[in-house]
């Protein structure tokens, strides 16, 4: 006869991929001067992402196929936070990848500052990436070490 209780997957976690690597872009997209956008924007994205991972979870997959994915993930944000963000509702048709775009100031004035940086943006997001590659790959192990450890100690203890 078959278990009853269902079996509980080894990887019943990978959603928390989304939300990670939302909140990682967030806070990326906000320290480059970027837009943020509303709050149900943000729980869609992050679902959206929650599910794609859990899809994506069920294969085994190399590292580098993961960090793609990371990568991947963060730029669909960073056009997400861009065209969803403002109140201006121009959203990507004047992204321009390089700041705001601007008019030309009268001859003899200074131009405003851009936005934000294209550099400082893709770096960003690029650390992003990679934080939430490291946090998906390691945490498990990081867990695990901790229940071990924690474990030992109360057993050390006990004795």
Same mark, same amino acid.
């Given at each position: 006869?078959?278990?009853?209780?269902?079996?509980?997957?080894?990887?019943?976690?990978?959603?928390?991929?989304?939300?990670?690597?939302?909140? +990682? &872009?967030? *806070? $990326?997209?906000?320290?480059?001067?970027? =837009?943020? !956008?509303?709050?149900?924007? #943000? @729980?869609?994205?992050?679902?959206? +992402? &929650?599910? *794609? $991972?859990?899809?994506?979870?069920?294969? =085994?997959? !190399?590292?580098?196929?993961? #960090? @793609?994915?990371?990568?991947?993930?963060?730029?669909?944000?960073?056009?997400?936070?861009?065209?969803?963000?403002?109140?201006?509702?121009?959203? #990507?048709?004047?992204?321009?990848?390089?700041?705001?775009?601007?008019?030309?100031?009268?001859?003899?004035?200074?131009?405003?500052?851009?936005?934000?940086?294209?550099?400082?943006?893709?770096?960003?997001?690029?650390?992003?990436?990679?934080?939430?590659?490291?946090?998906?790959?390691?945490?498990?192990?990081?867990?695990?070490?901790?229940?071990?450890?924690?474990?030992?100690?109360?057993?050390?203890?006990?004795?």
């Amino acid at each position: 006869m078959d278990d009853p209780k269902p079996k509980v997957r080894a990887g019943s976690g990978v959603w928390l991929a989304g939300p990670i690597s939302t909140g +990682l &872009g967030l *806070a $990326a997209h906000l320290a480059a001067g970027g =837009p943020a !956008p509303g709050l149900l924007i #943000l @729980l869609a994205l992050a679902a959206l +992402l &929650g599910m *794609a $991972a859990a899809i994506l979870g069920r294969f =085994p997959m !190399p590292a580098w196929v993961l #960090l @793609l994915f990371c990568g991947v993930a963060q730029q669909l944000l960073h056009l997400g936070f861009t065209g969803f963000s403002g109140g201006s509702g121009s959203g #990507l048709s004047v992204h321009g990848h390089g700041g705001i775009i601007q008019d030309v100031p009268p001859a003899g004035e200074v131009a405003a500052p851009a936005g934000h940086s294209l550099h400082l943006m893709l770096h960003l997001h690029m650390a992003a990436a990679l934080a939430a590659y490291a946090a998906i790959s390691y945490w498990p192990r990081l867990a695990a070490w901790s229940r071990r450890s924690s474990t030992d100690r109360q057993s050390s203890r006990a004795a």
